[in-house]
C-alpha cells in the first residue's frame, strides 16, 4: 500500500526556519530517489528538492542555499530543512518520489519523464508572514 504522509508545516516569520518530514511506505521508500514538491494558490505543483536512495541531491534555484533535504532509510522518512524562509516560499508541501535522469557523485538531475506516483497525500501548509 502507498503510503506519504507529511508533517511539520506551520506559521513562520520571514527569515524563519521549519523541518518538514514525510514517511514514506517500505515499497516506496526502498525503491526510489524521494522529493518535497510544493503548491502556491494558482500556481502548478513544483519539485524543489530531490534525493536518491544513495544520498545525491539536487534543488531548484529558488531554494538553493536555503533549503537542505536529506532522508534517513532505517526511518523510511526524508526531511527538508527550509532556513532563511520567505514569502514566496508559502505553499503546501508534498513529498513523492522523482525519477532519476543522472547521478554522479553529490549531484541527481532530476526527470519529468518518469512522473511521481500517483498517490498525493494532503500535503503540509507552510505559511512565511509577518
Known amino acids: 500500500q502507498v503510503q506519504l504522509v507529511e508533517s511539520g508545516g506551520g506559521l513562520v516569520k520571514p527569515g524563519g526556519s521549519l523541518r518538514l518530514s514525510c514517511e514514506a511506505s517500505?515499497?516506496?521508500?526502498?525503491?526510489?530517489?524521494m522529493g518535497w514538491y510544493r503548491q502556491a494558490p494558482g500556481q502548478q505543483r513544483e519539485l524543489v528538492a530531490a534525493?536518491?536512495?544513495?544520498?545525491?541531491?539536487n534543488y531548484a534555484d529558488s531554494v538553493k542555499g536555503r533549503f537542505t533535504i536529506s532522508r534517513d532509510n532505517a526511518k523510511n522518512t526524508v526531511y527538508l530543512q527550509m532556513n532563511s524562509l520567505k514569502p514566496e516560499d508559502t505553499a503546501v508541501y508534498y513529498c513523492?518520489?522523482?525519477?532519476?535522469?543522472?547521478?554522479?557523485?553529490?549531484?541527481?538531475?532530476?526527470?519529468?519523464?518518469?512522473?511521481?506516483?500517483?498517490?498525493w497525500s494532503q500535503g503540509t501548509q507552510v505559511t512565511v508572514s509577518s
Open positions: 513523492n518520489t522523482v525519477g532519476v535522469l543522472h547521478e554522479e557523485g553529490p549531484i541527481m538531475v532530476p526527470t519529468t519523464e518518469v512522473p511521481p506516483l500517483d498517490s
Open positions: 517500505v515499497s516506496i521508500f526502498s525503491n526510489y530517489a
Open positions: 534525493i536518491t536512495i544513495g544520498g545525491s541531491t
